[in-house]
Every structure is written in structure tokens, then in C-alpha cells.
């Protein structure tokens, strides 16, 4: 999985960070780990959020940058270790050990199409939709083996978009999964709108997005509930985020700086409808998404 890889060629005033999202309904389990590190010229370190979805709980644990580094595949930060294929966290009160397996990759080479090419100031890829999680999680003196589910991306450039929305969702009744990206993409010249869809059913992916010429429409139908209708052709996407509970995160901003608030959900519930003119191919919905809408 080459989008896993370390992306870095500058020495200061950048980003570049790793999500997982572990989700297990029945042991209760829904964490967002993101490991990074900041080249901030002011401030450069590594650090790792644990985002705890049932707390409603955000950790940020700073770490020296020398404490970073990528070895085998694999991001160290201190003793704490991420890969494709497991995850290893021992830091406060969360111990985690979980393997990731039967991952749900990509059909297309970049999530971002072409304009993964282009001098953007931030770039999104998708490493897996979904995988198996099997291993333990402790919260403080509570150990579980958990069984459930994953999904893995990586962001990295010199900021945050200046207004953005983000979807993910790998828990509906069927073999489905969704991720959906988009806003305003800065460039060294101008801030054109640009977004990316991938929706995988039963082995088959669609992939929307400016790259394809994909037309999208959004509608704020309350505070807490956003309809994005994405056409392609002769293909239709609905998707309806049903905001939920999001949780004070800290992103990047000008240059790397370690102090945008962003504001995640992973409790949020997501529905979808995919049409294929005026036939309805899959309809259905997925608890424990992932939702932000940092847009206006």
C-alpha cells in the first residue's frame, strides 16, 4: 500500500499525519488514533491524538520530533508503532494491540485522481476503506479483545484547508463502504472547490470527483443534517450525514502550526442512496461514521 508511505521532502513548515479509526459495536470500542508530526519552524514535533468516541474525548500527547521516525513500513512515535497491518499504542490510560487484516483497498491509484499532482497545499489519501480489527483495548482498567472494524488515511501538506467537509463510513449492512472528501482546495494561486467520492459495493468501487468532471451539490437542510447529491453520468449519489457529538480535535494551519480546531464526529450516522438513473442500486445506512463539517 504505497499511500501509506512517508511523503516528507521538506525540512520545516510541513505536516503529515495518520488516521485509523478502530470500531467495535459490541465491545463498545470506537477510537480515532492519528499518529503525525509537525516540521512547524517555531514548534516541530510529533504527536498522537487518541480520540475517544465513547468519552467524547479528545488526548493530545506531544512527543520530541526526534521521537519520530519511519522504519520497515512502519511509523514510530517513541515505543508507539502504526503500519497497515497492526497498530501498537501504550501511552496514559489506552493500551492498544490490534492486527489489521482483509483490508478493502483502493481500485484506482489515488483517492485524489490527477490532482494529486498539483502544487495543492493539502493532500487527502485514502490507504484502506475497511479491514478486519482483531486484538485488545484497555481504557484505563477495562481490557476488551476486540473484532470489528478499520479504516486508515493519511493527510500531509502545509495546512488544512480554509473550509472543508469529510465523510467516512464502513459499517452498513452490506459489503459498502464510503468516503467522501471535499472543499476549498488551497494552491500557490488560487482556491478552486474540489472534492472526491468513493463508494465501494459488493467488490465494485465508483469513484467521484472534480478529477472526473463529477458534479456535486450540497444542502444544509439543519445544523446537524447535510445532503451531498454527486452525479457522474448516468450515476447518482445521495449521501445524508446526520451530524452527532463532534469532539474539539487540533489540526494544522499555516505551515504546519499545530493550532486549527477542527471538529470530528465518529458517532454520526450516514445514509445513502446510489441510483443508477432512476434505479435504485443500494440503499442503505451506517452507524459509527465519521463526519466533519468544518464548511462554513
Not at 499504542?89 to 483517492?111: C, F, G, N, P, R
Not at 459488493?202 to 452525479?231: C, D, W
Amino acid at each position: 500500500m504505497e499511500k501509506f508511505q512517508i511523503q516528507n521532502k521538506k525540512t520545516h513548515d510541513y505536516f503529515e499525519g495518520w488516521y485509523l479509526r478502530i470500531t467495535d459495536r459490541v465491545q463498545n470500542v470506537n477510537l480515532a488514533l492519528i499518529f503525525a508530526k509537525t516540521l512547524y519552524k517555531d514548534d516541530p514535533h510529533a504527536f498522537i491524538q487518541v480520540y475517544d468516541g465513547v468519552s467524547l474525548k479528545n488526548h493530545y500527547y506531544r512527543f520530541d520530533i526526534d521521537d519520530f521516525s519511519f522504519e520497515d513500513d512502519t511509523v514510530k512515535i517513541g515505543k508507539n508503532t502504526l503500519s497497515v497491518n497492526r497498530v501498537n499504542l501504550e501511552i496514559d490510560v489506552y493500551m492498544v494491540d490490534v492486527m489489521l487484516k482483509a483490508h478493502t483497498t483502493l481500485q484506482k491509484t489515488s483517492a485524489m485522481g490527477y490532482l494529486e499532482k498539483f502544487p495543492l497545499e493539502c493532500f487527502q489519501e485514502v490507504i484502506f476503506l475497511d479491514a478486519e480489527a482483531i486484538g485488545t483495548v484497555k481504557r484505563k482498567k477495562n481490557t476488551v479483545q476486540v473484532k470489528g472494524k478499520a479504516y486508515m488515511e493519511k493527510t500531509y501538506g502545509r495546512r488544512f484547508p480554509k473550509k472543508w467537509f469529510w465523510v467516512q463510513a464502513n459499517h452498513f449492512d452490506d459489503t459498502v463502504c464510503l468516503t467522501l472528501a471535499g472543499g476549498s482546495v488551497p494552491t500557490l494561486s488560487f482556491k478552486p472547490f474540489g472534492f472526491f467520492a468513493i463508494f465501494q459495493m459488493h467488490g465494485e468501487e465508483f469513484a467521484f470527483g472534480t478529477y472526473n468532471l463529477s458534479r456535486m451539490k450540497i444542502e444544509v437542510i439543519s445544523p446537524e443534517r447535510i445532503r451531498f447529491v454527486i452525479k457522474k453520468r448516468r450515476y447518482v449519489l445521495e449521501v445524508i450525514g446526520h451530524l452527532k457529538n463532534p469532539v474539539e480535535l487540533v489540526g494544522p494551519t499555516d505551515n504546519g502550526e499545530m493550532v486549527l480546531p477542527v471538529f470530528e464526529s465518529i458517532t454520526s450516522h450516514v445514509e445513502v442512496i446510489f441510483k443508477n438513473k432512476n434505479q435504485v442500486l443500494y440503499q442503505g445506512s451506517s452507524a459509527f461514521a465519521g463526519f466533519e463539517w468544518m464548511y462554513e
